[in-house]
C-alpha cells in the first residue's frame, strides 16, 4: 500500500485571490440580475396568467429564487 507523505501545493498570490473574488462577485450580480429579471417578469403577468402556471402573487419570490438559485 503507497502513503502520500508530501502533499505539495502551489502558493496563491494575491493577484489570484483576488481575481477568484472578482469573478465569485461577477456571477454573484448576474445571479441577482436574473432573479431580479425573473421577479419583474412574474409580477408583469396578470392574475389569471399566473393562475394558469399554478403560482400566486405570494409565491413569485420563492419561485424566482428557485430558478435562479436553487434553493
Known sequence: M???TEIL???VSIADR????IAVWKEQMEQRAQY???VRELNDLSDRELN????GRSSI???ARMA????
Open 18 to 21: 483576488m481575481a477568484a473574488r
Open 68 to 71: 435562479v438559485y436553487g434553493n
Open 61 to 63: 419570490r420563492f419561485v
Open 2 to 4: 503507497t502513503y502520500a
Open 52 to 55: 394558469d402556471l399554478g403560482l
Open 9 to 11: 501545493s502551489a502558493p
Open 36 to 38: 431580479r429579471a425573473t
